[in-house]
């Protein structure tokens, strides 16, 4: 083939090309969406919000960008969670429990030791009882783009050292606000008391309640250690967040936006996860260089604490939804293989 003829083939591919990828980023429009988070920049959602954004933006070509708002400074994950439904707000991460008044099946996440490890809630909530779930949402208003995580539940407590189930008798404890949470540590025998999480620091630190529960990611990040004595290893539920988008919001974007959307927000999962997984690992030593008194429960103990706590199932499973129980119980089932 002479030069000028292969050239000229060259120059029509890279014309080809060049057009393109024109049309591909037509169909992306300069965007920029708010995220409401109630944790701050340094907690590992910080991790997977920069990888989720640095996705989009490469995805879109500079045109879809994310801006990340920190420490509730747009208001509790409930507050977030409905101003999304509206479309006053683009986007909030929130653990599933707020979420719980407005899709009552997601309480099922909220039953104490449903989960025995991280493996486990991954394959449930990356497989089809996730899916399950996320389809639920739209019809309130609410696209959920992935599940990430704040992991596994410990309980402080600036009283007492919890060894035994008695020792929760007559604790002031702050929990999230949603149902399953307070039946159940009222069911361990706390005074139990709902409040939105941007609130627990300044209620501990003045002794309106003794204590909290919650990830070791968010009680390091937190600071909880500073108006916080005691650190119990109770890992007495697992917390799954959601990465809701607004579906009005939703609505409005093309077909490649909406994609480029679903696939950064799983990169933005898995480096979530990881550094969670990361900095719980460090937690520990980390809280009691900074002072706190940290025991695990022993196993006959936690065992009580169990049986005493297996009540709030079938307490709460009407509220639930057979259909969402039993899919999550066979689903475990057969990752166990019993």
Request: proline fraction near 4%; charge should be positive; include cysteine.
């Amino acid at each position: 083939m002479p030069i000028h003829s292969r050239l000229s083939r060259f120059a029509a591919v890279a014309l080809a090309a060049g057009l393109a990828a024109g049309a591909a980023q037509a169909q992306f429009k300069e965007r920029n969406f708010r995220v409401s988070n109630g944790v701050s920049k340094e907690h590992p959602m910080g991790n997977g919000l920069a990888k989720m954004g640095a996705c989009t933006l490469e995805k879109s070509g500079g045109k879809m960008k994310i801006q990340a708002f920190w420490d509730g400074a747009l208001g509790s994950d409930l507050t977030g969670t409905q101003s999304v439904r509206t479309g006053s707000l683009d986007m909030v991460i929130t653990s599933t429990a707020p979420v719980v008044s407005i899709v009552p099946a997601l309480g099922v996440f909220d039953l104490p030791f449903l989960f025995n490890n991280a493996g486990e809630a991954d394959q449930v909530l990356d497989g089809k009882v996730g899916d399950w779930f996320s389809a639920k949402l739209p019809a309130v208003g609410l696209v959920n783009l992935a599940w990430w995580e704040n992991g596994f539940r410990h309980t402080t407590n600036s009283k007492r050292p919890i060894t035994k189930v008695e020792d929760f008798d007559g604790v002031k404890m702050r929990v999230m606000q949603n149902t399953i949470f307070l039946d159940t540590f009222k069911t361990l025998g706390t005074n139990a008391v709902p409040m939105a999480f941007t609130e627990v620091y300044s209620a501990l630190e003045t002794k309106t309640v003794d204590g909290q529960e919650n990830p070791f990611t968010n009680i390091e990040n937190m600071k909880f250690y500073e108006v916080q004595k005691y650190l119990t290893l109770t890992k007495h539920a697992y917390s799954p967040t959601l990465v809701l988008f607004s579906k009005k919001i939703w609505d409005t974007l093309s077909p490649p936006e909406q994609t480029t959307l679903r696939e950064c927000a799983l990169q933005g999962r898995d480096e979530q996860r990881r550094a969670n997984r990361a900095m719980e690992a460090r937690s520990v030593d980390n809280l009691k260089a900074k002072g706190m008194a940290v025991n695990e429960i022993a196993p006959a103990e936690m065992q009580r604490i169990r049986e005493r706590s297996s009540v709030i199932y079938e307490r709460h499973a009407k509220a639930i939804g057979d259909e969402a129980i039993t899919m999550v119980s066979s689903e475990l089932k057969r990752i166990r293989g019993n």
